[in-house]
């Protein structure tokens, strides 16, 4: 149940940066937008911890702020699989728009994680 949640969550998050984030653009239906969410799931479960892992004498030197870096190429990836996938999903500016939406998501994932309890 959980997991569910925490996908509503994630789909409400990139709903909220494409609306309010200039530069992304989202034109799809509500289930291409569930997919887009398990596509944030997915990269953020698989491809993003490798990112970090490799990039981590960056992130010592930057003292963590290169992590907000990954976030946005993590969101990057995101929408061009989505593009592949035809799910409405677009940038129209590289790096300041996905870098906002990505802290966006992140924001409010995070303030949702305050909501949501524990299956302990």
């Given amino acids: 149940m959980r997991f569910l949640i925490k ?3 994630t789909a409400l998050a990139v709903w909220i940066a494409f609306t ?5 653009d989202f034109t799809g239906s509500f289930w291409n937008l569930v997919v887009v969410a398990i596509l944030v799931a997915l990269v953020n ?3 993003k911890p490798l990112m970090n892992l490799f990039s981590l004498p960056i992130v010592i030197l930057t003292l963590g702020l290169f992590l907000l870096i990954t976030n946005a190429l993590a969101l990057q990836l995101v929408i061009w699989l989505s593009g ?3 799910l409405g999903l677009s940038s129209t500016g590289f790096f300041w728009a996905t870098f906002w939406g990505a802290v966006v998501i992140s924001v409010v994932r995070w303030a949702a994680d305050w909501f949501i309890p524990d299956e302990r």
């Avoid at 309010?20 to 992304?24: A, E, H, R, S, T």
Wanted: proline share 7%.
């Fill in 7 to 9: 996908l509503a969550v």
């Fill in 20 to 24: 309010y984030v200039p530069g992304l």
């Fill in 45 to 47: 479960a698989i491809v």
């Fill in 84 to 86: 592949l996938m035809d």
